[in-house]
């Protein structure tokens, strides 16, 4: 048993030290990314699911090492948030979603709902809504069409902090979605307390069994009282067009999916934006 503890102990550590230390090159290649202007962001379209037009895009951080090629959010948001670099990080995308957004806009002569993810640790500063107020003018962008995604942990951390920054937040004109609603929490209570604009369906909902689409009563429900609370419902990961006409049929007011479009750099999301004007996508 001794030997055996022995052998598993030797097996697990140097898998540990390589993600240790795989975590600790991230977190110092990290510091150095936005002056190496590693940092892109792509856009991914949102459709309005009554009328079939694009209704606006979420900004999408995408970093692109010069040895470790690609690496997803899912494995550098983390170490930034641990690290505090999220600020620094969350605040150029916030800039740059405005000003490439606007400008964006600017071209196609077209209003579109540009949104941004912000974490947790961006709202713990005190200035917030100031920050968010001065990337709008160093954007000349119009704050009805600027939309915040937090998620529910996010709210829910410090119910007053997020009342009151919440409050600002609306005061500036600037829209707030709830994200990745019902992975959490989903305690209904506290959305009557916050001044909400959208829910954004966490895309787990959609994903299909064997039998359909699975929660159909549950998301069916879900719009009903989204709508009841005056939000609008987006659902995330629209993958399929069985998917997209249930949730027609359930009056969810948005989707945002690979059936759609995957998340673009900005001179594709434009490309895409120009041909479906121009009629030239079903
Ligand atoms: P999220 O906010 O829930 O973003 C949606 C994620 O789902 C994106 O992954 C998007 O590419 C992906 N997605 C979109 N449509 C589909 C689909 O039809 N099927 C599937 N399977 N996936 C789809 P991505 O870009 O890898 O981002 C992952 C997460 O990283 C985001 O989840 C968000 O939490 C975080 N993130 C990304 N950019 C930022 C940012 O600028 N700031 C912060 N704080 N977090 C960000
Ligand atoms: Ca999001
Ligand atoms: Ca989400
Ligand atoms: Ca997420």
Redesign the pocket.
Known sequence: AKAARRNAYRFFEPDMSVQVKTRMTLDVALRHALRRNEFA??F?PRINLQTLEISGM????RWKHPEFGTV???EF?GIAEESGL?ET??MW?LEEACMQGAALMRRLGRPLRIS????AR?LQAPDFADRVSAALRAGAMDAQLLEL?LTESTLIEDLDRSASLLKELKALGVAIAV??FGTGYSNLAYLRRFPLDVL?LD?SFLVQQDEGISNVAFIKAFVDMAHALGLAVVA????SPEVLEFLCRTACDEG????FA??MPVDAVEAYLSAWLAGALP
Do not use: C, F, M, T
């Not at 995330?236 to 993958?239: A, C, R």
């Not at 945002?256 to 059936?259: E, I, M, R, V």
């Open positions: 962001l792509h991914q979420e900004a999408l951080l997803p959010p899912a948001i999220i990080i969350g995308a941004v993810n912000v974490s961006q995604e994200d990745d954004k895309r995330e990961g629209v993958e945002q999916g690979y059936l995957e998340p």
